[in-house]
């Protein structure tokens, strides 16, 4: 059963047609050095699930871990995600700082801010 913790997040991020306002480049710092995230991803019906975290990667250094299911990327809903649009988050070169929210072992929700 879904907790009450989860199912607040998952309305905030528009996971059942609610929109929740997207801030986030308007509270941003200036870009940062380029930077690759160092992870592997594979669409779940649960949402993209970490399959790979590279060694020394800003992944790895952020305190993501293999098994992890994303459930936001940049306040975006992930399940919402199209599989290029989460192959292209997981392998491009990003500027910005990445927000991830994410859950651990089915129930944890853990906040993560990658960047280089």
Do not use: C
């Not at 200036?30 to 399959?51: N, V």
């Not at 800003?58 to 936001?72: M, N, P, S, T």
């Not at 199209?82 to 491009?92: G, H, M, V």
């Amino acid at each position: 059963m879904i907790g009450a913790r989860i199912l607040a997040l998952l309305v905030a991020l528009g996971a059942f047609g609610f929109l929740a306002q997207d801030t986030a480049q308007a509270n941003m710092a200036p870009p940062l050095e380029e930077f690759r995230l160092g992870l592997a991803i594979q669409k779940t019906k649960d949402g993209p699930l970490i399959t790979k975290i590279e060694k020394d990667s800003v992944a790895e250094k952020a305190g993501l871990k293999k098994g992890d299911v994303i459930l936001a990327v940049d306040r975006r809903y992930a399940k919402k995600l199209s599989s290029a649009d989460l192959n292209s988050f997981a392998n491009d070169v990003h500027v910005w700082p990445v927000e991830l929210i994410v859950v651990r072992d089915g129930e944890e929700i853990l906040d993560f801010r990658l960047e280089s």
